[in-house]
């Protein structure tokens, strides 16, 4: 396998090169489970579900981890506001752990309903605490974290190297931050690994420092660390997680001697019409009202088909393009398989070419629009061949080629749903039943070939017998 990723970290594609050779340790930030899962929230999970599917596919032991958000993401995503969840909690009058399980599940739902699997493991905040502590403690005995009536911050001043994964500088970095009123922080840049809970916060635990919670950033470092070691191979996250995100999370690792993530991978967003999804404006789709108009399975083929570093839009035509390309992958598929006994041995070579393209697709930073363009060009031949009478051997090739890259790797199965299955079951059963009649006939034993016809009729088949032989239609 001679994958290449591109790196945040230093702007590169480079040849992934794992920290134990045949495994991959793959981490990427989950949600915040406060509300309905959106669209934003469908893009991260797909990519990465190819691209462990890819892994394994190409004999990888993959273990892939994504975070939950349950304590400590604050309403402006930085230093202040309210906690997300315990807000969400007020509102719908819940306990924060009852807002967090719904919108836990919500979530997994939709992942589900996407074919994205279950990750390797699925950390909780609210479960890593302890930890959190622990880490906060160390980077304050490091010299690079400092407690002010039981606040502690990460000292940006005392971490050089902060700033490497978005490549920003100090000064501009300075500039980004709000000018906050009555903060303790020594530096506006500073980040918070631990918050005094003040009097009504709901979700707090004793610390060194007090009653308090968790900072956002260090949750991903402690449970990235935890399940994946102080070094492993791949972090993701979107694009507007870089920073502070990511870099806060890098400086926490780092500063406290691990060397952490090798790649960083960051998709970018999605625009519904061409514009920038917002809430607030409610320009904004939730899985579910998307669901509800499009089969999942077309919304992850849609995903699929713009790179992940490119923005991809939602459109109904882009969508309509994207149901009508899944189709025609499909359609080569039944075509393929029309009639075609079980167990006939595939012939593999006429689609090695292909194999080969998709292979090299994938392996160029996960070029999925380009592998799903082979698939194209794989259907019209199977398509051509089908109709001049290929053989058995090279249809079941053609099917193999399908199940496999369209349905195992790129997580698109190219069967038809189970409502298609059991239509074409009762087309295979009519066809059976009209044959038999057909027999009777032949042998002029009109009475059975009466029954037969009476006993469709009872099940709603109508039959029309034709000088071209009997036709049949369900009433
Ligand atoms: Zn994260």
């Known amino acids: ?185 020594d530096d506006p840049r500073d980040f918070a690994l631990w918050k005094r809970a003040e009097a009504g916060h709901i979700m707090r635990w004793p610390s060194p420092w007090g009653e308090g919670f968790p900072g956002w950033h260090i949750e991903c470092t402690v449970m990235s660390t935890k399940y994946l070691g102080d070094e492993f191979d791949i972090h993701g996250g979107g694009l507007d997680l870089v920073f502070p995100h990511h870099e806060c999370e890098v400086a926490q690792a780092e500063a406290a001697g691990k060397p952490f993530a090798r790649y960083w991978m960051h998709w970018n967003m999605i625009t519904l019409g061409g514009e920038k999804m917002a809430k607030s404006k409610d320009h904004f789709v939730t899985l579910e009202e998307l669901f509800a108009d499009y089969d999942p399975l077309v919304v992850r083929f849609h995903l699929l088909r713009s790179h992940y570093r490119s923005v991809s839009d939602f459109s109904e035509e882009g969508l309509q393009a994207s149901a009508a390309g899944l189709k025609r992958l499909r359609e080569a598929y039944r075509n393929a398989r029309h009639g075609l006994p079980e167990g006939v041995e595939a012939d593999a070579q006429p689609f090695a070419a292909f194999r080969e393209r998709f292979a090299a697709a994938l392996d160029d930073d996960l070029n999925t629009p380009q592998a799903i363009a082979v698939l194209f060009d794989a259907a019209r031949d199977v398509n051509r061949a089908v109709e001049e009478g290929a053989s058995p051997a090279y249809r079941a090739g053609a099917i193999a080629l399908l199940d496999e ?56 088949v109508t039959i029309e017998d034709t000088p071209q032989g009997s036709r049949w239609r369900l009433d």
């Open 405 to 460: 890259l369209l349905g195992e790797v790129l997580g698109v199965p190219p069967a038809e749903d189970a409502v298609h299955d059991a239509l074409a079951t009762v087309d295979g059963l009519v066809d059976m039943v009209l044959a038999e009649r057909q027999r009777a006939r032949d042998r002029r034993d009109f009475a059975s070939a009466d029954q037969l016809r009476d006993r469709l009729a009872e099940l709603g």
């Open 1 to 185: 396998m001679s994958l290449t990723l591109y790196n945040t970290l230093t702007r590169e594609k480079e040849p992934f090169r794992p920290v134990v050779p045949g495994h991959a340790g793959i981490y990427m930030c989950g949600p915040t489970v406060y509300s309905d899962p959106h669209l934003g929230h469908a893009r991260g999970p797909v990519v990465f579900d190819v691209l462990r599917r890819w892994l394994e596919h190409e004999g990888y032991r993959v273990r892939f981890v994504t975070n939950v958000t349950d304590v400590g993401h604050l309403v402006d995503d930085a230093d202040d506001g309210e906690d997300k969840l315990a807000k969400r909690a007020q509102i719908e009058k819940l306990e924060p752990m009852e807002v967090a399980e719904k919108y836990f599940w919500a979530y997994f739902d939709a992942m589900a309903s996407l074919n994205v699997r279950r990750p390797s493991i699925v950390p909780r905040a609210s479960g890593h605490i302890i930890e959190q502590q622990q880490l906060t403690a160390e980077l304050i005995e490091r010299g690079v974290a400092y407690e002010r009536d039981g606040n502690v911050y990460f000292d940006v001043s005392a971490w050089e190297a902060y700033g490497k994964l978005s490549g920003r500088d100090p000064d501009e970095l300075l500039e980004g931050t709000r000018v906050e009123v009555r903060s303790d922080k």
